[in-house]
Structure formats: structure tokens, C-alpha cells
């Protein structure tokens, strides 16, 4: 495209005065700065056919909300993520326990009945002049009140490989069996103190049970 040539300045008659002249080019020179100004004018003017600067304004917000939301999700996921590992690192570390006590539990369970048998022998013979009676109801208590209290401490941490806090949360999500009887997502009440003061039940007060008829476990 070639360059539009400057306006031409119109002669000066000659017959004017110095006074006419210096007007008429004052004139001359007003106009064309108004023309200079025109097309300045119309070249900064944005393009009709670009967004109008709301839209644009509104599609940046549109996008940091985007990135806010997609950030919060992933860090949802990483809280997610932490809280399974930890869950199933309580689970390992209570099911060697469990194993354990049980073995504690079976161990003196079938010492019980051996020591019934020594005490009852060693009564027979007398050394110490005890009744058969006594022997066997001093050995018995002991071994049933060992055997107790494994079995209580297997029971107790058997409880922790049940995956408790993680189905909590994903009952709050609405994920799996509990998801009826757990908090909704927005509420600001704990799942663990919900379960544990309102524990799940079916309409008859019984323990809920699944579609195949099958008994909830609790969380």
C-alpha cells in the first residue's frame, strides 16, 4: 500500500496582507493536525469484531477459577492419597498384633488344660498337702484370666484392620454401604464422632444389612 501523500498546502494569494497570510496558513496548518488527529484517532480505535473487554475480563476470571478449583482438587486427592496409605499402614501394623495375641491366646489356652492336668498330678502326690480341689481352682484361674485378656487384645486391635476412617470418608462421598447412614460432605460434623454417637441401624433398631441380606459393618 502506498503512502498517502500530505495534504498540499493551498496557494497563498499574493494580493493578501501579511496579517491575511499568517491566518490563512494558521488555518491550513489547524486542519491538518485536525486530519492527523482523525486518523490517529481511528487507528488506535479497537477492532469491532475482538471481544469486548468484559468478556475478556470475564473469561481470565473464568480460567484462575478453573486453575483454583483443579489446585484444590488435587490437593483433595494428595489428603486422600495420605490418609489410605496411613490407614493401611495401621492396618498391617494391627493385624501382626492381632496374630499375636491370638497366638499369646492359644498358647495359654491349652496351658490352662496342661496346668489343670500338673496341678491335679501334683495334688495326687501330696507334697504340699494342698486339696486336689484347690490346686485345680488356683491353676484354672489363672490360665482363664491370662486367656482373657489376650483374647480381649485381639479383639481390640483387630479392630483397626476394618479400614475405618477411610470408609468414613468415602461413605461421606457417597461411596459404599455406609453412605446412608454417614454425614454429607458439606456438613461440618465429624464422621467418626456421627458413627460413633448415632451407630448405623435399620428401621427395626437391628443392625442394617446390604441387598444380598448381608449384616453392614459398622465403621
Same mark, same amino acid.
Given at each position: 500500500?502506498?503512502?498517502?501523500?500530505?495534504?498540499?498546502?493551498?496557494?497563498?494569494?499574493?494580493? *493578501?496582507?501579511?496579517?491575511?497570510?499568517?491566518?490563512?496558513?494558521?488555518?491550513?496548518?489547524?486542519?491538518?493536525?485536525?486530519?492527523?488527529?482523525?486518523?490517529?484517532?481511528?487507528?488506535?480505535?479497537?477492532? @469491532? @469484531?475482538?471481544?469486548?473487554?468484559?468478556?475478556?475480563?470475564? +473469561?481470565?476470571?473464568?480460567?484462575?477459577?478453573?486453575?483454583?478449583?483443579?489446585?484444590?482438587? *488435587?490437593?483433595?486427592?494428595?489428603?486422600?492419597?495420605?490418609?489410605?496409605?496411613?490407614?493401611?499402614?495401621?492396618?498391617?501394623?494391627? *493385624?501382626?498384633?492381632?496374630?499375636?495375641?491370638?497366638?499369646?491366646?492359644?498358647?495359654?489356652?491349652?496351658?490352662?488344660? +496342661?496346668? *489343670?492336668?500338673?496341678?491335679? =498330678?501334683?495334688?495326687?502326690?501330696?507334697?504340699?498337702?494342698?486339696?486336689?480341689?484347690?490346686?485345680?481352682?488356683?491353676?484354672? =484361674?489363672?490360665?482363664?484370666?491370662?486367656?482373657?485378656?489376650?483374647?480381649?487384645?485381639?479383639?481390640?486391635?483387630?479392630?483397626?484392620?476394618?479400614?475405618?476412617?477411610?470408609?468414613?470418608?468415602?461413605?461421606? +462421598?457417597? =461411596?459404599?454401604?455406609?453412605? @446412608?447412614?454417614?454425614?454429607?460432605?458439606?456438613?461440618?460434623?465429624?464422621?467418626?464422632?456421627?458413627?460413633?454417637?448415632?451407630?448405623?441401624?435399620?428401621? @427395626?433398631?437391628?443392625?442394617?444389612?446390604?441387598?444380598?441380606?448381608?449384616?453392614?459393618?459398622?465403621?
Amino acid at each position: 500500500m502506498q503512502p498517502v501523500p500530505p495534504k498540499a498546502t493551498p496557494p497563498v494569494d499574493k494580493g *493578501l496582507s501579511d496579517t491575511e497570510r499568517e491566518a490563512l496558513k494558521a488555518q491550513v496548518r489547524a486542519r491538518e493536525a485536525a486530519r492527523r488527529a482523525r486518523l490517529k484517532a481511528e487507528a488506535e480505535r479497537p477492532d @469491532d @469484531d475482538g471481544p469486548e473487554p468484559d468478556v475478556v475480563e470475564a +473469561l481470565q476470571q473464568l480460567g484462575a477459577t478453573s486453575k483454583a478449583g483443579a489446585k484444590a482438587a *488435587l490437593d483433595a486427592t494428595k489428603a486422600f492419597r495420605s490418609l489410605v496409605s496411613a490407614d493401611f499402614s495401621l492396618a498391617r501394623s494391627a *493385624l501382626g498384633r492381632t496374630l499375636a495375641f491370638t497366638g499369646v491366646a492359644i498358647a495359654f489356652g491349652g496351658s490352662a488344660w +496342661l496346668l *489343670l492336668m500338673a496341678a491335679l =498330678i501334683a495334688v495326687l502326690s501330696g507334697p504340699f498337702g494342698m486339696t486336689i480341689t484347690g490346686a485345680v481352682l488356683v491353676t484354672a =484361674i489363672m490360665s482363664c484370666l491370662v486367656t482373657w485378656f489376650a483374647g480381649w487384645q485381639a479383639m481390640r486391635y483387630f479392630e483397626h484392620t476394618r479400614m475405618q476412617a477411610t470408609r468414613r470418608q468415602l461413605a461421606r +462421598l457417597g =461411596i459404599g454401604e455406609l453412605a @446412608d447412614f454417614m454425614p454429607e460432605m458439606d456438613s461440618a460434623r465429624s464422621a467418626r464422632s456421627s458413627a460413633r454417637d448415632e451407630p448405623p441401624a435399620g428401621p @427395626d433398631g437391628k443392625p442394617p444389612r446390604d441387598e444380598r441380606g448381608v449384616e453392614v459393618t459398622p465403621p
